[in-house]
């Protein structure tokens, strides 16, 4: 199925390429659930001139099995991109081209890659051999280094309006109830996808962070419940939830139904330290899997919540992290 707000990415890259100013290194950069992988692949297939081109990326996706192609994650039982995988990959892409059209590598996710292997692929990033597409996936800068960056063309995959994801997941999977799933994933539809299937777990969250807010909930308890969960699912429903209370406190349009505190809540906190629980969030998000104690990072997170994030900013060291990270032994 075509992903219709893939229209003008499609068209602006479909321009470049006919007028021979497509960029050789590219970053896809977006929330998860917007259809970034989805690209990378119609990306590829182009580039490689395959037989089949549907005129939009599609979903589910189906990765071109092609002898010019390297599609690059964490290998098994790893959470990071090694710099022997990426010299691999490097060596390969300076081989001459099987079917002559040229090479592709897709690195997804890039924020994952360790900081020896970001740095072992900037050479390459700036002069890629023969005709090579490099593309970069990633579903936030994170840990991406800025020579990266300054080395690829930066292509931003936003969610679509509601009312678009809400119709595309209608056609995807008639007679669903979208809508909360839609507003719990940030709008991106892919995640709204997997959302449903998790709207227990969902509704937990919520019922935890306002008995947390209104100081009826114990801030360990909920800790060592939501340390059982996936830490990817929590911070990133964390990280929506604040994203939704800093829009309605400066006046965005409200969502009704994904926020978690009402208003009444909301006036006890101090709103001045939203943006600095929000980063902290942020920055728990950008760590590797492992590199920190779960339970007692969202520890820190409830204390300062059940605080009404006064002592937020207080408690804030220069890297932002301290107060939470202890490192795995």
Not at 29 to 45: D, E, N, S, Y
Not at 91 to 98: D, I, K, Q
Not at 130 to 152: E, H, K, M, Q
Not at 289 to 303: C, K, P, T, W, Y
Request: neutral net charge; aromatic residues 6%.
């Amino acid at each position: 199925m075509e992903i219709s707000w893939h229209q003008s990415f499609a068209e602006s890259w479909l321009e470049r390429r006919a007028r021979g100013r497509a960029p050789h290194a590219v970053l896809l950069i977006g929330p998860r659930g917007v259809g970034k992988r989805a690209a990378a692949a119609w990306l590829a297939r182009h580039h490689l001139g395959l037989n089949r081109i549907p005129e939009l990326p599609e979903y589910p996706v189906v990765v071109p099995e092609h002898a010019d192609l390297r599609w690059i994650g964490p290998a098994e039982d790893k959470t990071t991109i090694g710099i022997e995988q990426i010299r691999d990959l490097v060596a390969e892409l300076s081989l001459t081209s099987y079917a002559g059209n040229g090479k592709v590598a897709i690195i997804a996710p890039a924020n994952v890659m360790t900081a020896n292997a970001a740095n072992s692929l900037l050479k390459t990033l700036e002069e890629p051999p023969g005709n090579t597409l490099i593309v970069l996936v990633a579903d936030r800068l994170g840990r991406l280094p800025a020579t990266i960056l300054s080395r690829c063309q930066r292509i931003d995959i936003v969610p679509p309006p509601e009312a678009e994801g809400l119709a595309w997941l209608d056609r995807l999977r008639p007679g669903t109830g979208w809508v909360e799933a839609l507003q719990v994933a940030g709008l991106a539809p892919l995640a709204a996808i997997s959302a449903l299937e998790s709207m227990d777990a969902h509704e937990r969250l919520s019922r935890d962070f306002a008995a947390v807010a209104t100081g009826s909930g114990s801030v360990v308890s909920v800790a060592k419940a939501w340390a059982a969960l996936e830490p990817v699912f929590v911070l990133d429903w964390l990280a929506r939830q604040l994203q939704a209370i800093v829009t309605a406190v400066f006046g965005g349009p409200r969502r009704p139904g994904f926020r978690a505190i009402d208003d009444s809540v909301l006036g006890r906190m101090d709103r001045q330290n939203l943006f600095c629980y929000l980063d902290t969030i942020n920055r728990l998000r950008a760590q590797p899997a492992g590199s920190f104690n779960v339970q007692l990072a969202l520890e820190g997170l409830l204390v300062d919540l059940a605080d009404g994030l006064k002592q937020c900013r207080d408690r804030l060291p220069e890297d932002g992290m301290r107060h939470l990270r202890t490192e795995k032994r």
